[in-house]
């Protein structure tokens, strides 16, 4: 047997994978914080479950991650201080986020964890920790896909120049 068989999670860590785990973990923290922020300027109901499943998914893989680091004796980076709660009204009209600005902010935080998701599997060589990241890749395509979804039915949604009218070619 080599190395890098057996149970996976008897297996080393590379140094990648420590540092992928721990930094996708702090991210996660980061998210958490943000949306929680987020949900208070939220005045659509499916939007505010839509930030709450991102929130959701980023706790668990906040355990998740940290779970495995603390397991191979790795400190995870400290959790943030949580917010207090605010009302949409008391925040003021030049600060409140609308509900379309939230969807395209939440969409484009989501798009990035879906890449750092595909780096972090393609840099595993512990079969478990690719297949973990995997799952977090599968989850965030979902998530990526309701907020699509979800912009084009409320008219969010602002696509980049359409190509209606095709030009002819010519052939030469």
């Not at 208070?40 to 939007?47: I, R, S, T, V």
């Not at 600060?95 to 599997?121: P, R, W, Y």
């Not at 920790?129 to 599968?138: E, P, V």
Request: negative net charge.
């Amino acid at each position: 047997m080599g190395i890098l068989s057996g149970n996976q999670k008897d297996e080393p860590l590379h140094y990648g994978e420590i540092y992928d785990l721990w930094q996708f973990s702090m991210t996660a923290k980061g998210c958490v914080s943000a949306n929680r922020a987020y949900q208070y300027h939220a005045g659509d109901k499916d939007l505010k479950k839509a930030i709450a499943s991102i929130i959701n998914q980023a706790e668990l893989e906040i355990s998740e991650c940290d779970d495995i680091l603390i397991k191979n004796g790795i400190v995870p980076a400290p959790a943030l201080p949580e917010r207090p709660e605010t009302k949409m009204e008391d925040i003021p009209v030049g600060v409140k986020f609308t509900d379309q600005e939230l969807c395209s902010m939440i969409g484009a935080d989501n798009s990035i964890g879906l890449v750092s998701c595909s780096q972090i599997m393609s840099k595993a060589t512990r079969e478990d920790i690719g297949a973990l990241f995997a799952k977090y890749h599968a989850t965030k395509a979902a998530i990526g896909f309701n907020l699509l979804k979800m912009s084009k039915e409320k008219g969010w949604l602002i696509p980049p120049p359409l190509q209606i009218k095709r030009p002819e070619l010519v052939e030469v």
